[in-house]
């Protein structure tokens, strides 16, 4: 006799997912195969900013996992997940933990700021020549790519330590119903 697959639930919108895949798409092309100052690479930066501007307005309306109410990363959630994780006892969220929020934002926030001094550096003659905003693109662009790795990072950890493949539902939109 078979086992029953486990239960799923609903967990990420097909608006967060594109959100996400196109924010993900965006971000590696533009580090890996665009020139700076390239048409692509100003357009895929638009795309991008226009998708972190959706992702966030939609977190103050979606409900469950996608709602901004549901995960933001309080001190007293991330010093709990710290406890939890120092402790190695088991802690599952359906959605973001508080550490997983917290560099989700860190990363939403990172798109918007590159998006806004990408146009700033192509579009407003203001700082035509002024090496500074260049300089901070830059630098943004380098933190949201250690972001970046840190959350495929965790994601691949926590998928082992949770036995679950937690990638696979940002593709299904579905997560298996924790035990308990």
């Known amino acids: 006799m078979t086992e029953p697959a486990p239960a799923t ?3 990420w919108d097909p608006l967060v997912r594109l959100c996400h895949w196109s924010l ?8 890996f195969f665009t020139e700076e100052g390239e048409d692509w690479h100003q357009w895929l930066g638009y795309w991008a900013g ?7 307005g939609w977190g103050f309306v979606a409900t469950g996992a ?4 549901d995960c933001l990363p309080t001190p007293a ?3 709990a997940q710290l406890r939890a994780l120092r402790g190695r006892e088991p802690e599952r969220h359906l959605g973001h933990s508080a550490l997983g929020a917290l560099v989700m934002m860190l ?3 990172s798109m918007l700021m590159l ?5 700033l550096m192509e579009e407003i003659d203001y700082f035509w020549g002024d090496e500074r905003l260049e300089d901070i693109h830059a630098l943004l662009a380098d933190a949201l790519a250690a972001l970046v790795a840190v959350h495929l990072l965790a994601a691949v950890a926590e998928s082992i ?9 940002m593709i299904t939109g579905r997560r298996r119903v924790p035990p308990g």
């Open 9 to 11: 639930v609903r967990l």
């Open 24 to 31: 993900a798409i965006a971000f590696f092309a533009n580090w």
């Open 50 to 56: 226009a998708a972190a501007l959706l992702r966030v």
């Open 66 to 69: 996608a709602a901004w109410r």
């Open 77 to 79: 959630r991330i010093t």
């Open 107 to 109: 990363m939403l926030g």
């Open 115 to 119: 998006a806004l001094t990408g146009f």
């Open 161 to 169: 330590r949770l036995r679950e493949n937690l990638p696979l539902s």
